[in-house]
């Protein structure tokens, strides 16, 4: 994933002319398998995710259209993997031209943007239910959570289009290249927009997460065992992935990156050391759709009890109960 930076010209293709460069060529052997698997696994899993959604939830509620958007946006993010296949597989040369390497990057960010806004709009949806559901449902209509909808989407674009003007293929050695900490003028503002990077796709959404868990904890500890075991286990699971899915895919990536900016090229030994965990860093956030499924699971019950029909083979099922339940579930032939 290519750090968004300043260069002299983001329109056609720049000789890079640096003394400390980062040796990628351990990407070549890295990426191709490890994105391939993380393109199967996630055309499956949100692919099946989606086929729930249109065809056994017709009346969305705010909380579907919210997973809905998440899911779409991790489908699209995983329809740029198979550029990224090809780069790598073909020894880390661009060969699609310098305007889809721009988009090639907004995708990257603005996918990225919008998993982490709505997934943290999911908890908040979910804490507010918990703790204040009756105001919060009169609230949160689902003509709101459109407008809340193609507002991320609108502003994760915002966040992802400066790519079209700081972006550029260069060339290195005679091969163009494309998304890497080799292109020119890297060091330029590369601190502040690491800074900015994190605040909005790791630093804001986690605090807002880690609060809502803690809300949603201490309502729970006032309730009866029944209330508690019915309103809030899955709700504190579901937040739990959701926090774990941060710590996982996207703190590693961001504190790798802002420990760049910070080195930077004066101490060169250092910084290749820290490239090289930074390309690693970047797998875990291409591993993100295909853990955000599992929030899907936690955070709806509708869409558990397809999920659970579509495991068994049951194309009807109604009133599947939950694990754990010993209501039988009422089955058409």
Known sequence: MAPIEDQSNSSATVMINRTCLLDEQFLTRMMPPALTTFFIVGMSFNGLTLWIFYSHMRKKTPIDILMLNLCLGDQFFTFTYPLLIVYHSNNNVWVFGNFMCKLQVFFIYGFLL???????????????MIIRPIQFQN???????????????????FCGSPSFFTVSTFELN??????????????????ASTLLLFALSFGIPFIILLVSTLLVQRKLANLTLTARSQNGRYAVRMMTIILIIFVICVLPINITRLTLAIVGQNNCTRFQQLGVVYYCCVLAIYANNVLDPFVYFYANTKYRLKLINAIKGIGFCKNLPLAGSSTQSNCES
């Open 114 to 128: 919008t998993s982490v806004f709505f997934l943290t709009w999911i908890s908040i949806y979910r804490c507010y």
């Open 139 to 157: 609230r949160m209509t689902r003509k709101c959570t459109i407008v809340l909808c193609v507002l991320i989407w609108s502003f994760a674009v």
């Open 174 to 191: 005679g091969k163009l290249h494309c998304m890497s900490f080799n292109q020119p003028n890297i060091e330029k503002n590369i601190l």
